[in-house]
């Protein structure tokens, strides 16, 4: 027999908590949002601004103050978040998760670190939430496609960056056999630095190659580099295309808070659990 708390997501602390924390289709919901939004952002600016030598004279005891204050604010917003879970540490692992707890722990390393403090700048990919609190103008269902897309593409670009990073071994390898120490190729590192730079047509210009053999290697991989260019653009537009023809849910899971679910998924693809909200949606 299925305990209750486990199929009534409907009911109870957990479920009303679960409404105003991961949900921004109701007015609670929607208003906690907006006021985390506007905290991250004055958390960030804070942060930078204690970067300013003549403002941290002058206000870096207000700007320390605010910057804790932060920091404790979002620690209770972290484990409400938990809590409003009903597997906590699948929400733990997930993006959002991550990047919750990383955004905390800045503040605890400058204890130990002083200057850490700096990576609190982090919290700024927590304004990626606010996708959900436009999720009625379909930004989120739009996000969720792209990250389906590059996620279906995750094997694909894989290969390719092996073979792009084999490429810039080799071409490396032959510059510094070809141009030798005299010509700043003083080790097989730094030519592929080289022909790094050099492949993804950036050019610094640092290590340029003076010979003729070696300046006509540069000129193959230069070409060899704009069509390489276009490879990964390929490979995510043919995924993008796909993953736009699903419809996609902009519900968060009761049990790890994932988004990003078939419109007629009826359990949560990351952890399992039933989708609850599944049941209530009209049929289509």
């Known amino acids: 027999m299925s305990r209750p708390s486990e199929q009534s997501p ?6 009303r908590l679960h409404t105003i924390v991961f949900e921004a289709d109701t007015p609670a919901g929607k208003a906690f949002d907006v006021a985390l939004l506007w905290a991250i952002l004055f958390s960030v600016i804070a942060v930078m601004l204690e970067s300013v030598s003549q403002v941290r004279q002058q206000y870096g005891a207000a700007l320390h103050v605010a910057e804790w204050s932060f920091t404790v604010l979002f620690a209770v917003e972290y484990v409400l978040r ?32 002083p200057g850490a403090q700096t990576l609190l700048v982090v919290r700024v990919l927590r304004l990626l939430r606010v996708f959900r609190v436009l999720k009625l103008g379909h930004l989120l269902g739009q996000a969720e496609v792209l990250l389906t897309a590059l996620r279906a593409s995750r094997a694909k670009i894989t290969v390719f960056l092996g073979v792009v990073l084999s490429i ?34 950036v050019g610094f210009g640092d290590i340029t190659p003076k010979t003729v053999p070696g300046q006509f290697i540069a000129s193959v991989l230069m070409v060899m580099g704009y069509g390489i260019i276009a490879v990964p653009t390929g490979i995510v537009s043919v995924e993008l295309a796909a993953a736009s023809r699903l419809r996609l849910d902009t519900q968060a899971c009761p049990g790890c808070g994932a988004q990003g679910h078939d419109a007629d998924a009826r ?3 990351a952890c399992g659990t039933k989708l609850d909200f599944a049941s209530s949606k009209p049929a289509a």
Do not use: N, Q
Request: net charge neutral; with cysteine; proline share 4%.
């Open 10 to 15: 409907a009911g109870g602390f957990r479920a």
């Open 82 to 113: 938990l809590i409003a879970v009903r597997r906590p540490l699948d929400y733990a692992r997930s993006f959002f998760g991550l990047v919750d707890l990383i955004a905390l722990l800045p503040s605890f390393l400058s204890v130990l670190f």
């Open 168 to 201: 810039d071994v080799i071409m490396g390898a032959i510059m510094y056999m070809v141009e030798g120490e005299a010509h700043g190729f003083d080790s097989i590192p730094r030519s592929m630095y080289w022909a790094i730079v050099t492949m993804t047509t």
């Open 267 to 269: 359990y949560c693809k």
